[in-house]
């Protein structure tokens, strides 16, 4: 299958890499080994003009070879600019442009819109945006319709998982979201698909944290905040009008422990408290259930929690393994049995998958 555009070229793409970390780096990696194939059947040339980090960038007037890109920014003594960087793209002889962004900071979001406006598309695995203050999200929105230019963040919800563009799917085709629920954190799948009665709660997270799972400081990931950040996500494509901090969010880090000052503090306290989850796994056991940290869009009532709840053994939510995530949606169509999605939701390769399925999305609404 060749895709040639009106003049009989290839169809040429120039990509921006905001943030060359573990996910840009694997995203450039997975270029690199479809850049033939996509060339060949379909007449697509994915190219990167401009690769960023927070300290130096790499900006070319020809494509940037994806087998070298990582030495030749480490030899840059050009200090880093998203405000530079944007103006490279902004002046691109290539027509079709996109920016991916690749980090999970608060300040590269801030630039979405003026990318939009200068017909540049936007991708990215970041959540700030989706979850950050409602007026920037509305924006940004705007900013998509208004200029014709897309806004793709499959990445920030299950990784690689099809769940936003499920949910868009549906909505677009005139379903109606009653709920959306699911277990939205690998790292907490992984310690709940581990943690039961006789195993200390201290010594899952210890383990699930050697084992690369959690973030460095596992408080992150034990605050629910990550999670609440999806659940925003969701309920923002749903029509919902929220903030981030209207959604009640029950952490799992101990009170006492929420202000300790290292990391090697909180886990050598953290057994101190392997009491209280110790009584609600035993609690939960004895009906023939288990543990499950859940985040909720209820549409219908017009709210989003993000709680442990104990689940009966033979619900789906409870029969997970590893660190997979599962959403279900009960819609108009799906009020009976839930549509579910279960799979991976967290690791570079699947987040890097799910961006890079995005821009193949964004290619081919070009005439690719």
Known sequence: ????????????????????????????SQLALQTDRLREEWGLELQVFGVTNSQWMLLSATPISLSSWQTALESQDTEASL????????????????IIDCTASAAVPCHYTKWLSLGIHVITPNKRLGSGPLADYLAVKEAQR??????????????????LSTLQSMINTGDKV????????????????????????????????????????????LSG????????????????????????????????????????????QLPQFDAD??????????????LVYVGLVDVAAGKCTVSLQSYPADHAFAQL???????????????????????????????????FGDLLQVAQSLGA
């Open 1 to 28: 299958m060749e895709s040639i555009d009106h003049n009989g070229e290839k169809r040429q793409v120039a990509i921006g890499i905001v943030g060359p970390g573990l996910i840009g780096k694997t995203l450039l």
């Open 83 to 98: 405000d530079s960087f944007t103006y490279h793209f902004a002046t691109s002889p290539v027509a079709d442009r996109v």
């Open 321 to 355: 393994s590893g660190s997979d995530n599962i959403i279900a949606f009960t819609t108009r169509r799906y009020s009976q049995q839930p549509l579910m999605i279960r799979g991976p939701g967290a690791g570079a390769e699947v987040t890097a998958a799910g961006v």
């Open 277 to 290: 989850m110790e009584a609600r796994a035993s609690e939960a056991a004895e009906a023939g259930n288990k």
């Open 146 to 163: 208004h200029y014709h230019a897309h806004f793709m963040a499959e990445g920030t919800v299950g990784a690689g998982l099809p769940v």
């Open 225 to 268: 905040m990550d999670v609440a950040r999806k659940v925003v996500i969701l309920a923002r494509e749903c029509g919902m009008q929220i903030e981030l901090e209207d959604v009640a969010v029950e952490s799992l880090v101990p009170e006492p422990l929420q202000s300790t000052s290292s990391v090697l503090d909180f886990m050598d």
């Open 178 to 221: 009653a709920k959306i629920e699911g277990v939205f954190s690998g790292t907490l799948s992984f310690i709940f698909n581990n943690f039961g009665p006789g195993r200390p709660f201290s010594d899952v997270v210890g383990k699930a944290k050697a084992a690369g799972y959690t973030e460095p400081d596992p408080r992150e990931d």
